[in-house]
């Protein structure tokens, strides 16, 4: 005869309570229903469990070496219900996020600052890497999900517009616009223009209205990120074309920032897999993600 989890935990409940009437109580239970029970176990296993010795419950041998794996099993339900109730309240785990190295800057140190005070048991893991790896970072399942510059959606991603982002220009002081509400993009035909490849969203984004207006610029210096293009321009290396997000992080002194006309919009996109669910802290964070405002970062 096998024994079933009902008989197991009758059983362990005499061993731990030493009589009929403190099992009950463990179980709440009624004590005929125990005592019925274990009984019936006792003659279907052919084996005696217990004895009654001057009206005491004694266990035997054979039932110490019985409770001593009946006790490990319980240790590991106690452990699986540990862990499922770790699990429900989000107490336990890793998120792994990949994101543009320049929201690695200020955007997602808030978010994680924020996310950290509601799971503080979470272990978050962050890598900055350029779109396209980041694309396959998540396709790989190296990340869970992205935060990134995107145009173009990829067919195994599913993508959400966080922010819009507008984009500036950034100059330094003394510039003689520097001072100007707003600038145009022809305004920026005769200046040192720092830009981006064309092989990255904001390069290709720029390039587009360039177009569109009739503009032809050619880069004096060309980077790949864009608080480079920022330390460029803090060095007195020309102007360059940046978005809210990424001056929003460190204090770029000796910089100013002025809105670009027509608008230009570099939108920050949430990634993850389509066709698989996210996790429930992926969820978690991605609900953190989506309320928050990127104006009441911190601004220069």
Same mark, same amino acid.
């Given at each position: 005869?096998? /024994?079933?989890?009902?008989?197991?935990?009758?059983?362990?409940?005499?061993?731990?309570?030493?009589?009929?009437?403190?099992?009950?109580?463990?179980?709440?239970?009624?004590?005929?229903?125990?005592? +019925?029970?274990?009984?019936?176990?006792?003659?279907?296993?052919?084996?005696? /469990?217990?004895? +009654?010795?001057?009206?005491?419950?004694?266990?035997?041998?054979?039932?110490?070496?019985?409770? $001593?794996?009946?006790?490990?099993?319980?240790?590991?339900?106690?452990?699986?219900?540990?862990?499922? $109730? $770790?699990?429900?309240?989000?107490?336990?785990?890793? /998120? +792994?996020?990949?994101?543009?190295?320049? /929201?690695?800057?200020?955007?997602?140190?808030?978010?994680?600052?924020?996310? +950290?005070?509601?799971?503080?048991?979470?272990?978050?893991?962050?890598?900055?890497?350029?779109?396209?790896?980041?694309?396959?970072?998540?396709?790989?399942?190296?990340?869970?999900?992205?935060?990134?510059?995107?145009?173009?959606?990829?067919?195994?991603?599913?993508?959400?517009?966080?922010?819009?982002?507008?984009?500036?220009?950034?100059?330094?002081?003394?510039?003689?616009?520097?001072?100007?509400?707003?600038?145009?993009?022809?305004?920026?035909?005769?200046?040192?223009?720092?830009?981006?490849?064309? $092989?990255?969203?904001?390069?290709?984004?720029?390039?587009?209205?360039?177009?569109?207006?009739?503009?032809?610029?050619?880069?004096?210096?060309?980077?790949?990120?864009?608080?480079?293009?920022?330390?460029?321009?803090?060095?007195?290396?020309?102007?360059?074309?940046?978005?809210?997000?990424?001056?929003?992080?460190?204090?770029?002194?000796?910089?100013?920032?002025?809105?670009?006309?027509?608008?230009?919009?570099?939108?920050?996109?949430?990634?993850?897999?389509?066709?698989?669910?996210?996790?429930?802290?992926?969820?978690?964070?991605?609900?953190?993600?989506?309320?928050?405002?990127?104006?009441?970062?911190?601004?220069?």
């Amino acid at each position: 005869m096998r /024994l079933s989890l009902k008989q197991i935990e009758v059983f362990r409940a005499i061993m731990l309570a030493g009589s009929i009437s403190g099992a009950a109580k463990m179980l709440f239970v009624s004590q005929p229903a125990v005592s +019925r029970l274990i009984s019936y176990t006792e003659q279907s296993l052919g084996l005696v /469990l217990f004895e +009654r010795i001057k009206g005491k419950l004694y266990p035997t041998p054979e039932a110490h070496l019985l409770f $001593d794996e009946v006790n490990l099993l319980f240790e590991k339900v106690e452990r699986i219900q540990n862990l499922t $109730d $770790d699990l429900v309240h989000n107490r336990l785990g890793q /998120l +792994r996020i990949a994101c543009s190295p320049n /929201l690695g800057l200020n955007l997602i140190p808030h978010s994680f600052m924020s996310f +950290r005070k509601k799971f503080p048991s979470i272990r978050l893991i962050l890598n900055t890497m350029v779109p396209g790896m980041l694309e396959k970072a998540i396709i790989s399942k190296q990340s869970e999900i992205g935060i990134a510059y995107l145009l173009e959606p990829h067919p195994m991603l599913e993508t959400k517009v966080l922010f819009h982002n507008d984009l500036v220009v950034a100059l330094p002081n003394g510039h003689p616009k520097a001072d100007a509400e707003s600038l145009h993009l022809e305004d920026l035909v005769e200046e040192n223009v720092i830009g981006y490849g064309e $092989d990255l969203p904001i390069g290709r984004l720029i390039q587009m209205a360039f177009n569109e207006h009739g503009i032809d610029i050619l880069p004096n210096v060309e980077v790949r990120q864009i608080h480079v293009a920022c330390a460029m321009v803090q060095a007195g290396a020309g102007i360059a074309i940046v978005d809210h997000a990424s001056i929003c992080g460190p204090t770029w002194g000796d910089v100013n920032f002025v809105p670009l006309t027509p608008q230009l919009r570099a939108p920050i996109s949430l990634l993850h897999l389509s066709h698989e669910p996210l996790s429930r802290i992926a969820q978690e964070y991605c609900k953190l993600i989506s309320d928050f405002n990127l104006r009441n970062l911190p601004d220069n």
